[in-house]
């Protein structure tokens, strides 16, 4: 089995995908890299399947657009998605919401930290 070359961050973010041959559907996005994510749907999809992907990971904000992603595995109401075409400012915006994933544990435990306890 191929080994991921960028760390996945937990996520929950509402995500829809659609493609040529597949009418399309939602899930919701677990897990987010900056290569790839994983979401969990109703629709499902075949390993090898190039889908256009929307994430919403903020609200308020549009979504991050990935032109192209292909399905690497489809198991149990799940799959796997390995980004393959971004626009230029949809990878930076990618890159920013996964920055924000990847700091967002060590912010709460530092604003923790940082307040003080009513003893």
Known sequence: MEQRSNLRFHAQFRSSFSSVAMVGGEGTLLDLSIRGCRIESLIAVRPGATLEVR???????????IQAAVVRWS??????????????????????IVKQIELEPYQREQQTADTPSSA
């Open 75 to 96: 198991r149990e109401g799940q799959f796997g998605l390995e980004f393959e075409v971004i626009a230029p400012t949809e990878w930076s915006h990618l890159q920013d």
């Open 55 to 65: 994430i919403e990971a903020i609200d308020h904000c549009p979504p991050i657009q």
